[in-house]
């Protein structure tokens, strides 16, 4: 059903260009909304030199919004992964992912968030219809709705108001329209520490070409997972194999006593090589290579489930609204199925009345909530199974893990689990939208 030419014409405005931003804005444009305008903080989209796993469920909405071809072409497509015992490199589990292709349409895939936020960003640009405000903070929520309006702080000059139809806040895991929400509901969703932190790093292929067997590393197909008590590296090469991508989580030493609003810091490489103290020679080899100086350690905070993401004529999306552990590789993947699923439920609109817009609003919370909400929690789930330290529990999962390599029962590290697979890759979030949206927007 094509969508009515005067809700074509609605103005939407979305705060944040990031992955739930720039997908958001895609999305709408592909539907043929014509005034879309993306306010962002940052003056460009430095994006962050880290990798990114590139899921089936993330692809299949990418190629709808003709930007996938672009990350393909860099990305790296994956044979299988290796769960190994940090300590000793032996080989726990092992998964093979061939068959994901088949099964879900794309083959699971690794790539660099720049090739992902970058060609989001490109598809956008060849929009006349999105408007990207740069240098721009987003202030105080003035409105919201019927007309909701916010208060924009450039850089440089003086604030201004900005009204729109539509408020779409893709303002990160640190959101300040989720902050002024609670507020105004009196809802207490607290920050939640979950004691951990992550060091990021990327390491060049010349500067492991050296060591035959992280050569060998680089060179495989693989997502390699090395797991010890409390701790795990997760690693994957990334731009044609010219970048090795590193990413930790370890008990959180750093920020426990900083203000929640502090989210990275320059970390300490002797540090980072004493928490890797006790893992095996080759890894420690891998994270020596990291240049001092270039050790960048995150904090990892997510958020307590919200009542609602709706309010009026605005709606949370992507980290804002459910932030997640990094542990099942979903939080960007997530962010765009809501940006898709908002579009797709912004084109149906029957009317264009304030009381429609806030029922289709609805419509993607209800399509989308659950579905955030258990994947946060399952990603929370596999991080416990993987930081086990010595006893019971963790000998019932290193023989998970056995099992797995004669490709039976459960994968203890979630990703890598087939029913998990199937929950997470076998939906398709726009078709169910469609499919869904008059059945639930009639009962809103
Ligand atoms: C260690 C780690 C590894 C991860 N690995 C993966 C993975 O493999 N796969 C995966 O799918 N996900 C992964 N994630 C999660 C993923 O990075 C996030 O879930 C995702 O970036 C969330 O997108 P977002 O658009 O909601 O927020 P962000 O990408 O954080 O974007 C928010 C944007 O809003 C802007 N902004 C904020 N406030 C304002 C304001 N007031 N005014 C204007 N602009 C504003 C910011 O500058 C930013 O550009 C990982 C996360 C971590 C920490």
Known sequence: M????????????????????????LALAKQGFRR?????????????????????????????????????????SLNDTSIRQGSTNAELGHVDLLYIKSLYGYSHMVGHRASLAGSMHDGCKREKAVKFIMSTTAGDVKSWGPRP?????????????????????????????????????????????????????????????????????????SVTRWIGEKRHIIAYPVSNKMIYNISTAQPDQNFAAAPSAMYTTKGSKPQMMDV??????????????????????????VHEPLPFWVHEQMALVGDACHPTLPHLAQGAAQAIEDGAVLAVALSRLPEVTPEAINKALR??????????????????????????????????????????????????????????????????????????????????
Not at 49 to 76: C, F, S, T, Y
């Open 149 to 221: 309006s916010f208060t924009a702080v450039p850089r440089e000059g003086e604030p201004y108001l900005v009204e729109c139809d539509v408020l779409l806040a893709a303002d990160g895991v640190k959101s300040t329209v989720r902050d002024q929400l609670l507020r105004l509901k009196n809802i207490d969703a607290k920050i939640i520490d979950t004691g951990q932190a992550a060091y990021r790093i990327m390491l060049k292929r010349e500067e492991m070409e050296n060591d035959p067997e992280l050569l060998e590393l680089i060179d495989k197909d």
């Open 36 to 76: 879309i305008n993306v306010y962002e903080y940052a003056s460009n989209l430095g994006f962050v030199g880290a990798g990114i796993q590139l899921a089936p469920n993330m692809a299949r909405i990418l190629d709808r919004l003709g930007v996938w071809a672009d990350i393909e072409k860099e990305a790296v």
């Open 2 to 25: 094509a969508p009515k030419d005067d809700v074509l014409d609605l103005e939407i405005c979305i705060i944040g260009a990031g992955m739930g931003g720039l997908a958001t804005a």
């Open 363 to 444: 419509v993607y919370e209800e399509i989308r909530k659950d579905r955030a909400y258990a994947l946060v929690n399952l990603a929370a789930a596999s991080g416990r199974a993987m930081h086990l330290g010595e006893g019971a529990a963790k000998e019932e999962r290193d023989r998970q893990f056995a099992a797995l390599k004669e490709g039976k029962g459960p994968s203890p590290d979630k990703w890598a689990d087939a029913d998990v697979q199937k929950m997470i890759y076998g939906q398709d979030v726009m078709k169910n939208t469609e499919e869904q949206f008059d059945t639930i927007y009639a009962r809103m």
């Open 276 to 301: 890797y103290g006790d893992f095996c020679p080759m890894v420690k080899r891998m994270l020596d290579l990291v240049p001092d100086g270039e050790v960048c350690e995150w904090k990892l905070r």
